[in-house]
């Protein structure tokens, strides 16, 4: 079977690109797999996570995209306001989204490629494949990558003002994945559709587990607003005042770094607080951490909780959508609301720090859930899916 990924960058950091990476990487032992990507031709010479070598990689011209004047005027109003959204037929503003020549080119792109599935990752290539799919030779998929107020109800974010748009075609899409439960019921009640529930595989297994004499948090993931992190340092700073024996390791990089460093120097937690560059070797981290933090004001479905659980650290997040099918309070891990309540999230630190038993009871559920993401079950899943699209007439 030949597979399509249409991704809008496969050359940088982020859940996205990773999870789509590893399941790529394993559909491609069975499977003739490509994934297309709108990043320039020279950036996918430097992909930060691995692909097997039988996997192609094709970028799309940059002539796909050359967008008339108008074009980019609407798309920037609309992205402000979403006026027009409110204001335009459902036909005009399908052809106001995607131009007339940007669409001939993009059906004429993946005829070439002739794939007996394509499956629009994230929310562009997502919405795009709304707007051509009934015109295409190929099944049609999309994978929705985070929970559905983070898609279309998070200002200037992702698919804002576009669901009434997406309403309007999403029906021409042969299936509709999504990564959890409650974001299914929303999806299914919002477009009147059935998804499909497949969740996120881990990235890897591995025998080594965290070791849980460690009095070390651990924090993980790109530094961007939407990842809570200055919730966290605001909860730690509380935490700090009851608690002078645990640390905290934030790894990864972003937009957000400096103020974060800085916002650590105006609290005096610099010797509480360290920061650590991203790394391709998160599992080293784990094996130094007892506990797993996650502040995220939303997600998607994070590969790093997944990571957690196969190391058997035990985590704390704020009540979001994602969490439901990841960590059970009190299994797992705790589960914070309100959400961004830095004071709510200190005291389960303090919690789970003074309860050695309780993180030992933590640890073995962890590593018991993890079982459930493995990549193999996961896989399956897809290959199901794949299987009944394509012997659908």
């Known amino acids: 079977m030949k597979l399509c990924f249409w991704i809008a960058t496969i050359a940088s950091y982020g859940g996205v690109q990773r999870v789509t990476s590893v399941v790529a990487n394993a559909l491609a032992k069975h499977h003739e797999v490509t994934i297309v990507t709108m990043d320039p031709k020279e950036k996918i010479n430097n992909i930060p996570y691995y692909l097997n070598s039988d996997i192609q990689i094709i970028a799309m011209p940059g002539a796909l995209f050359n967008r008339p004047l108008w074009y980019r005027i609407f798309t920037h109003i609309n992205r402000k306001t979403g006026l027009l959204n409110h204001s335009l037929t459902a036909d005009l ?38 707007l051509m799919a009934d015109q295409l030779d190929a099944k049609t998929c999309i994978w929705q990558h985070n929970s559905f107020d983070a898609y279309f109800h998070t200002p200037h974010q992702y698919l804002w003002h576009q669901q009434a748009l997406y309403r309007a075609n999403v029906h021409s899409i042969d299936s509709y994945v999504v990564l959890n439960q409650t974001t299914k019921q929303k999806v299914d ?13 881990k990235s890897f297994q591995t025998i080594t587990k965290s070791n849980m004499k460690n009095t070390t948090f651990l924090v993980a ?21 009851q608690n002078k024996d ?7 990089d972003g937009n957000q770094k400096e103020n974060l460093i800085q916002q650590v120097k105006n609290a005096h937690l610099e010797d509480r607080i360290s920061f650590h560059p991203f790394t391709d070797h998160i599992q080293s981290y784990f094996e130094k951490a007892s506990v797993f933090l996650l502040p995220s004001r939303w997600e998607g479905m994070p590969l790093v909780v997944l990571e957690a659980l196969e190391f058997g650290c035990p985590v704390i997040a704020f009540a979001i959508e994602a969490m439901k099918d990841l960590i059970e309070d009190g299994k797992e891990g705790l589960i ?13 630190m303090l919690e789970i720090s003074q309860d050695e038993k309780l993180r030992w009871q933590f640890h073995q559920n962890a590593i018991q859930k993890a079982q459930k993401f493995d990549i193999d079950v996961i896989c399956a899943k897809w290959e199901e899916l794949f299987a009944t699209l394509t012997t659908k007439k």
């Not at 919002?190 to 996120?200: C, E, Q, R, T």
């Not at 530094?223 to 340092?233: N, P, W």
């Not at 961004?340 to 005291?347: L, N, P, Y």
């Open 246 to 252: 645990w640390n905290c390791l934030i790894v990864g």
């Open 336 to 348: 914070v609301s309100p959400i961004q309540d830095e004071k709510a999230f200190a005291k389960a």
């Open 221 to 241: 993931g790109r530094l961007e607003a939407v990842k809570g992190i200055d919730t966290l340092i605001r909860a730690f700073s509380i935490f700090a005042c």
């Open 93 to 130: 503003l399908k052809w106001a989204t995607i131009p007339k020549d940007t669409k001939k080119n993009l059906l004429d792109f993946f005829q070439a490629i002739q794939p007996d599935v394509l499956v629009g990752v994230a929310f562009t290539p997502s919405l795009w494949l709304t």
């Open 189 to 201: 009640q919002a477009f009147d559709l059935n998804s499909i529930v497949i969740h996120n595989p």
